[in-house]
């Protein structure tokens, strides 16, 4: 019984590897041509169509290309309109901190109150001191 399996299976063999090798060669001619059905269709064949192919790719770069001037100057409209605010902004506190600095002076010597005195006083004794450097331990105490 094994044997006879084998005789019917060995012909049944070599009749699909013939059928097969006989059509193989046309799904291979085929193949090749619609390969290159599709590659002549995505090349161009003639030098106008080459030329427009460049054309469009030269138009293509030069819009992404103003894109991005477009982008760069809206970039450096906005920095230069931040910049105005923060030098505004530095103006006004400088302006603020000198009126404040102002005021205070002139509230410290010009009432007269012990608290001023003290601490035009305090500020004359800071700055004999910075300058003479520090007191000698005997004078301290």
């Known amino acids: 019984m094994m044997i006879e399996n084998i005789m019917y299976f060995a012909p049944g063999l070599l009749l699909a590897v013939l059928v097969g090798l006989i059509v193989m060669p046309a799904v291979w001619k085929r193949a090749v ?47 230069a309109e ?30 007269g109150s012990p608290r001023g005195r003290a601490a035009q006083s305090h500020t004359r004794a800071g700055a004999r001191q910075y300058r003479s450097g520090p007191a000698p331990a005997d004078a301290r105490a």
Do not use: W, Y
């Open 82 to 111: 931040q910049l105005s605010e923060v030098n505004q902004k530095r103006a006004d506190l400088g302006s603020a901190l000198q009126t404040e600095r102002d005021e205070t002076s002139r509230h410290c010597r010009g009432t």
């Open 33 to 79: 041509r619609l390969t290159k059905r599709r590659i002549e269709a995505a090349t161009p064949i003639t030098m106008a169509e080459f030329r427009a192919d460049k054309d469009q790719l030269r138009a293509e770069f030069a819009l992404n290309t103003r894109k991005l001037e477009m982008n760069v100057e809206a970039l450096r409209k906005r920095l």
